[in-house]
């Protein structure tokens, strides 16, 4: 049986069961032993982020109001935003990475949070160009790499954020 069968059968390439540890791996009888596969069950799983909250540490209304001014998060009556995918416009229809960083790592400095969004931006230019307008300081960026363009500042909490525009 080639790669290609045992793939199409529910089968993964692993170079061992532990790269995987939430999924249900299982050796599949059904299929022939292939060194380096193993069947993977279907699980229940996340499909997305639903959604972001976070602790104020100063007035939460006037925090989600820099939101709103400075990057043009569009907020509704009951003080939050609803950010839909189709109406982002980049080639990859919109994708939410999410990933744990090791407890002594520098990636979220200065800020002290444990924590750092991202944001999708469509226009990274004009974004940074209306923060300097409005004096808000911009940490790093704008860097381009292989995904996109991106851009750090601190909210007036102290929270890192990051903007990025996909390429």
């Excluded at 249900?24 to 292939?34: C, F, R, S």
């Excluded at 609803?82 to 980049?90: S, T, V």
């Excluded at 860097?143 to 007036?156: I, S, T, Y």
């Amino acid at each position: 049986m080639d790669v290609a069968t045992i793939e199409h059968q529910g089968a993964r390439k692993l170079t061992s069961p532990e790269e995987h540890p939430v999924e249900k791996v299982i050796t599949a009888a059904a299929l022939p032993a292939v060194p380096g596969f193993w069947h993977v069950a279907a699980m229940a799983r996340i499909t997305g982020i639903g959604g972001v909250f976070f602790k104020a540490k100063s007035d939460h209304k006037q925090l989600a109001a820099w939101y709103a001014r400075h990057l043009g998060l569009p907020l509704a009556a009951w003080g939050g935003a609803a950010l839909r995918w189709p109406e982002d416009k980049a080639a990859d229809g919109g994708v939410t990475a999410w990933h744990v960083a090791e407890q002594g790592t520098a990636w979220f400095s200065p800020s002290d949070a444990p924590f750092m969004i991202n944001y999708r931006v469509d226009d990274l230019d004009g974004l940074l160009a209306q923060l300097a307008r409005d004096g808000v300081p911009i940490l790093k960026g704008p860097e381009q790499h292989e995904n996109g363009r991106f851009a750090w500042l601190l909210d007036p909490d102290g929270n890192k954020i990051e903007l990025w525009q996909p390429a």
